[in-house]
């Protein structure tokens, strides 16, 4: 009964920022892999950044280094995603996804285990 949920969404303009959090429930958090991922209208899923379980590595995807930083609170269960300097092209459902095993291709939906419903972010121009 894994469960994770996604907040923080919603409308910002262009050059704003916005903080998704994640919080799981079910099962033990703090030896997780955890990722997050986008999906934009008629697009794949793609992947945006993945923080190890001790949270001391972290990956992201070509398009939003050095803009996003993803960081996890192991004392509330929660993973966050810190997105600045947002563009339009930033726009669309983000996903909270855990990897129980700490897989190697991190960039891969196929490797996460749970995925949360997805939290709608919007930036207009």
């Known amino acids: 009964q894994v469960q994770l949920v996604e907040s923080g969404g919603g409308l910002v303009q262009a050059g704003g920022s916005l903080r998704l959090s994640c919080v799981a429930s079910g099962r033990p958090f703090s030896t997780d892999d955890m990722g997050w991922f986008r999906q934009a209208l008629g697009k794949e899923r793609e992947f945006v950044a993945r923080?190890?379980?001790?949270?001391?590595?972290?990956y992201y995807g070509d398009s939003v280094k050095g803009r996003f930083t993803i960081s996890r609170d192991h004392a509330k269960n929660t993973v966050y995603l810190d997105m600045n300097s947002l563009k339009p092209e930033d726009t669309a459902v983000y996903y909270c996804?855990?990897?129980?095993?700490?897989?190697?291709?991190?960039?891969?939906?196929?490797?996460?285990?749970?995925w949360g419903q997805g939290t709608q972010v919007t930036v207009s121009s």
């Open positions: 996804a855990l990897d129980r095993h700490a897989s190697g291709q991190y960039t891969q939906t196929s490797v996460y285990d749970y």
């Open positions: 923080i190890s379980w001790s949270g001391v590595t972290s």
